[in-house]
């Protein structure tokens, strides 16, 4: 999914939470994104996005000015898990 970055943090997650509903019937409880913390390629730490301040440093940070060709940025999010519905035929109750 592209963005402009000047996308504010509520139309942001407005889109994305809009897709996840649509595409798996779940909701969006938080946005985060994940960067390297050193030169080992497997330590990350992650930052959940809260404000426009959070998603203004990812950009920053990802979508440089000088630079035409921008990397994506990974952003993940943290889905809320539905409790699982029993469905219960009427006829099985019978004894």
């Known amino acids: ?51 426009d301040d959070y998603l203004g440093t990812m950009i920053a940070i990802y979508c440089p000015p000088e630079i035409e060709n921008l990397s994506p940025v990974e952003l993940f999010v943290e889905i809320a898990e539905s409790d699982p519905i029993q469905i219960v035929n009427p006829a099985s109750q019978h004894s």
């Open 1 to 51: 999914m592209r963005f402009n970055k000047r996308v504010s943090l509520v139309d942001l997650k407005r889109k994305i939470s809009i897709k996840i509903t649509t595409r798996c019937g779940k909701q969006m409880l938080r946005l985060f994104y994940k960067f390297s913390v050193s030169t080992d390629p497997l330590k990350f730490s992650k930052t959940e996005l809260e404000d």
